[in-house]
Each structure stands twice: as structure tokens, then as C-alpha cells.
């Protein structure tokens, strides 16, 4: 089950670091405004990946502790923390040459659910029902 989790983990990240990197594209060109230089590609694919990872760590811990109630606490869990972790993008002072600003929390409030997604639409292929 280790290793499987593993690469779930990291497929996850990668996937979500993808979707979040074409995001990032997507609202840049609709909106007009280019927050490359404070959301950097390369941080938005590491924090992805880091991401999944630790929640990959976390389902093992849980599938230790709970054995059949793993899948549905991990995923409530998940989804909890993915909420607290856009809580912070309210906060962020950007630089003063960055133009609208104000458009900042639409790009990154989205990519803060794009794990749990990805992680969610992977995870049948790597956890089977009962494992």
C-alpha cells in the first residue's frame, strides 16, 4: 500500500500542478492581469506536489489508525484543510507595481482545491474499495 500511495501522491501533485499552471494561463489572459512574478510556475508545481505528498503521508497515518474509515475521514479532511489553506490569499500583500490586485484571490483561491481534485480523481486507480 506504501508505494502505491507514493505514486498517487506524486501523480496527484503533478496533475494538479499542471491544471493549476493552465489555470494560471486561462485567468491571466481572461483577466488581464499577470501575477507570474508573485505566483511562480515553479512554486505552484512545488506546493502541488508537496501537497499531495503530505496528504499521501497522511492517508497512510490514517489508514494505520482507522483501518475502514480511512477514506472518508481523509477526505473530510482534506477538504477542511484545503479551505483553511486558501485563508491566507485574503492576506497577501502583493507588491505596489502589481496591477489589480484585487484579482488576485481568484487565481489562487481555485488552485488551493486542484490537490484534493486531483488526488480525488486518481485515487481509484491506486486504492481499492476495502484496502
Partial sequence: ???RLLYLGILSGILAGIVALIYQKVYSS????DFSTVAKPMGIMVSNLAGCLIA???YWLLG???KSKTEIV???IFVILSFVSM???FA??????IASPELFPGLVIPMHFFPALAWSTLEPLFIKNGE
Wanted: hydrophobic content about 55%.
Fill in 64 to 66: 494505520k489508525l482507522l
Fill in 56 to 58: 499521501a503521508l497522511g
Fill in 30 to 33: 481572461s483577466v488581464g492581469a
Fill in 92 to 97: 497577501v500583500k502583493l507588491p505596489l507595481d
Fill in 1 to 3: 500500500m506504501g508505494k
Fill in 87 to 89: 485563508l491566507p490569499a
Fill in 74 to 76: 481523509f477526505n473530510f
